[in-house]
């Protein structure tokens, strides 16, 4: 079987399988496409929380891009857990050697036991740099109020901080409304 697409995912690594790199080839699997990763920090974690993250050095991050995509050209890049200015940094200088223009930011701050797993100094880069660079952002409720420093309790709250996140030059925002405390489950989408 033919792959429909090859898509190369720079994000963390989970192991509990739930989250992470793990999470996303599972995804790119099933949707018939061919995975190819760049790893920036492996973690000790499971279903109750994070024990230990271990970075995975810039120079490293930079040649698993770079290498990967010179030998499989990616027809899209996933973008996950970037958890230093160090590696945003790293991330952005490969991106602009390898020229692929369908990017997708998953800004991924804080892990479901309520671990943070970015510095204020990486989301100040993640805004006024990275945010520019992707075709899409795609936030849940909490990542979405880090990014606009605005509280999100409604559905037009989600608009309110899409509006803000395509001021800071997102072309496209989906802030996935999973976190509301609501019956109706709402996404919004903004293009």
Do not use: C, W
């Not at 309110?160 to 709402?186: D, E, F, P, T, Y």
């Amino acid at each position: 079987m033919k792959p429909k697409s090859k898509i190369l995912i720079i994000a963390g690594s989970d192991s509990s399988g739930g989250a992470g790199i793990q999470a996303d080839i599972k995804t790119v699997t099933a949707l018939g496409s061919y995975a190819m990763t760049a790893i920036t920090a492996v973690t000790s974690q499971n279903t109750t929380g994070v024990q230990s993250i271990e970075s995975i050095s810039p120079r490293e991050i930079s040649k698993q891009i770079e290498f990967t995509s010179k030998d499989i050209k990616p027809d899209a890049i996933k973008i996950g857990m970037l958890h230093s200015v160090e590696v945003i940094n790293t991330v952005l200088k490969s991106l602009n050697k390898i020229s692929v223009k369908k990017i997708i930011l998953d800004p991924v701050m804080v892990a479901k036991g309520g671990t943070k797993l970015i510095d204020n100094r990486s989301i100040k880069i993640l805004k006024s740099k990275l945010i520019k660079k992707v075709s899409l952002i795609t936030p849940n409720i909490p990542e979405a109020e880090i990014l606009t420093k605005k509280k999100i309790s409604s559905a037009d709250d989600m608009i309110r901080a899409a509006q803000i996140l395509m001021s800071l030059g997102a072309k496209n925002v989906l802030i996935k409304g999973g976190h509301l405390k609501s019956r109706i489950m709402q996404d919004i989408f903004f293009e």
